[in-house]
Every structure is written in C-alpha cells, then in structure tokens.
C-alpha cells in the first residue's frame, strides 16, 4: 500500500515538474491586459460617437468610427500576444522570417483585400455616401445598408442586398441621388388633333395651376407644345420637387397627373392615344 502511495506522489511531482505555472500565469495575465484595453477602446468609441453624433458628422460616426474599433483592437492583440510570445522565449524575429515565403503567397493573396481596405478611406474621406443614402453604382441603384472595411452593402427596390467590393467603387462614378435638393417631374401630355386653340391653351393652364399650387412643387415651372407627333399634340411639363428622395418624387409626380388628367376631364379636354387615319381611294 505505502509503496502505491509513493507511486502516485512521484507521478503529482513529475507532472507539476513539466506543467509550467509561471506560464499559465503569464497567459492569464495577458488576458487580463486584452479585455481591459478592449474595454478602454469601448469608451473611447462611446465618447467618440458622442462627440460626432453633436458635430452631426454621420459619415465619421456611422462607417469611420468601426473601422477603428476593428483596427485597435487588432494592434492590441497583435502586440499582446506578441509580448507574451518574447517573453516566454519565443523569437518574433524568427517567427517572422520562418513565415516569409508563405508572407509573401498570403501578400499576393491579400493584394484585393489591401486594395478594398483602401477604397474604403477613399469613401469616407470623399464623403461619398453614408448609410441610408441612396445611391447609383455600376448597375446597380438602391439604399446603402452597410459600409465595413471591404465592401458596401446595397439594397435594391427588388429588395435584393447586393456586396460591391469598395474597390471598385472608388473608381467608379457615383450617383448619390440623397444629396440632390430637388428632383425634376418631366412629362408629357398627349391630347388629341382636335382640340382647337382655346382648348390648348386651357390645358397648358390647368398643367401650370396644378404644379404651382402643391406644396411640394417649385415655382420655376415650364410647360409648352413640344412636337406634333404621330397621333397627338404634346405638351411637355418640366417642373422639380422639393426633395432628394426618390418615393417623395414619385409621390409628389403621381398626385400632379392624376390631378392633371382630372382637370383635363372636366374641361373635356380629351387625351390622344396611338391611332390610324385609313384611306381608300375608289375606283
């Protein structure tokens, strides 16, 4: 019996003799330092928001702001983890140099990543767009949903969430229609061959009336004959609405022709549709 017991001391020792204290108390320690610089970075970036939200710079508060929540806390693992590696014998030089080969294969494969990390500065330094705005890009048009370090995310009228790498966008032209004060009703209104001059001029009236007595409609409104063509006599509406948002547009320019088309009924003013004339000649 007594000599089990020895048998059992001699393995606790054995096993305390290769089980390295000093380094799980080093590990835990790091550990430690990461989650309270973790925790300062956290209200460094409260604070900032704070600071941009009364600024009202959303583009920094909204896209510029995560970005360096990301690239702090990944200097602070790095250089920790590093720390720790150094003192507990292992070389960083000599790691660094064993990873050179593959550094330069994972350089070559990173070289997209690099290149929509820095199209992303290039967006929000240039203020292109932020979140919310809604844009026209390389094909494709919709609502910016999201701007992270690689790419945006854009959803479209169909409702589809569509991913550009950000370094195409930063060399493609852009078409932030959320920065436009105004947007243009352009309209034609067909009536048909008969209606004589009076009539006309009623119309063009009853097109000037409507748009200059909505709210949302400016005062520069132009309407005037525009053509004859095949089957109607045109009269072009050039107006704006007092809005960058394209469901305002579309809002304001529905209640405009149907209010039109209303007048135009009551004044029995009547709309031109395509139409033949067909004559037979006798013999």
Do not use: W
């Not at 061959?193 to 000037?208: G, H, P, R, V």
């Amino acid at each position: 019996m007594l000599t089990e017991i020895m048998g059992l001391v001699d393995k606790f020792e054995t096993v305390f003799k290769t089980f390295k204290l000093d380094i799980v108390l080093s590990a835990i320690i790091n550990l430690i330092i990461i989650a309270v610089l973790f925790k300062l970075t956290n209200l460094f970036m409260q604070k900032l928001k704070e600071r941009a939200a009364k600024q009202d710079s959303s583009a920094l508060s909204n896209q510029l702001i995560p970005i360096l929540d990301k690239i702090i806390k990944f200097l602070i693992l790095f250089f920790v983890i590093a720390s720790f590696l150094q003192t507990n014998g292992y070389s960083i030089t000599s790691l660094i140099a064993g990873f050179g080969i593959t550094g330069v294969a994972i350089g070559f494969a990173a070289q997209q990543t690099v290149a929509d990390f820095f199209g992303t500065l290039a967006i929000i330094a240039d203020k292109m767009y932020k979140i919310g705005d809604y844009i026209s890009i390389a094909g494709v048009e919709g609502t910016v949903e999201d701007v992270n370090m690689l790419s945006t995310k854009i959803r479209t009228l169909d409702d589809f969430l569509v991913t550009v790498p950000n370094n195409n966008i930063s060399g493609a032209t852009i078409v932030n229609m959320s920065k436009a004060k105004k947007r243009r009703i352009n309209e034609v209104f067909g009536v048909t061959y008969d209606t004589s001059n009076e009539k006309l001029q009623e119309a063009m009236q009853i097109i000037k009336d409507v748009c200059n007595e909505h709210n949302n409609v400016t005062k520069d409104t132009n309407v005037f004959i525009e053509t004859l063509s095949a089957s109607s006599i045109d009269i072009r509406l050039q107006t704006y609405v007092k809005t960058g948002a394209f469901a305002n547009l579309a809002k304001v320019r529905s209640e405009v022709i149907l209010e039109v088309v209303k007048r135009f009924r009551d004044a029995e003013i009547d709309f031109a549709f395509p139409s033949q004339s067909i004559y037979i000649e006798k013999k």
